[in-house]
């Protein structure tokens, strides 16, 4: 697939593992619902999973104008609660492959603008596979939904 657009809405994380789902349960919501809310015709919504980084990250487009990820970050915060943050926020390597042998930080790899639609998880700690999200981070994905709506207008 080629990912030929100027803004990406990137759903990352893996459905098995409960809150870390949250990435692509968000992308899914939003492309249940295209036809009642389409996006501009620049935005491309992408399930990337647990993928993002060697499938999308390494491979940089020049068309790219700003990524929007959608994912859990424990940024100390409520469970459930939504913040934007910037590629600054996030630890180094945090979208590196770890079974690549880069040392550069996908996120390093594009000038696109980089947005972090991020959700405060409640629980991603069980070492057991355990699909869908809990409670508060399913009732936050209106809130960030409407967050990506937001930052396509560029």
Known sequence: MTYDAEVLVIGCGNVLFKDDGFGPTTI?????HLDERPLPDN???IDAGTSAPHY????????????IILDIADFGGEPGEVRILSRDDVPQGKYQDPHSLSV???????EAEIVIIACQPEDVSSPYVVYGLSESV???MPKAIDMVYEQVEI
């Open 43 to 45: 935005v491309m919504t």
């Open 138 to 140: 399913k009732k936050a």
């Open 104 to 110: 550069a930080d996908p996120l390093d790899l594009t």
């Open 56 to 67: 999308l990250f390494s491979l940089p487009n020049p068309m790219w104008k700003k990524l």
């Open 28 to 32: 899914k919501e939003i492309e249940e």
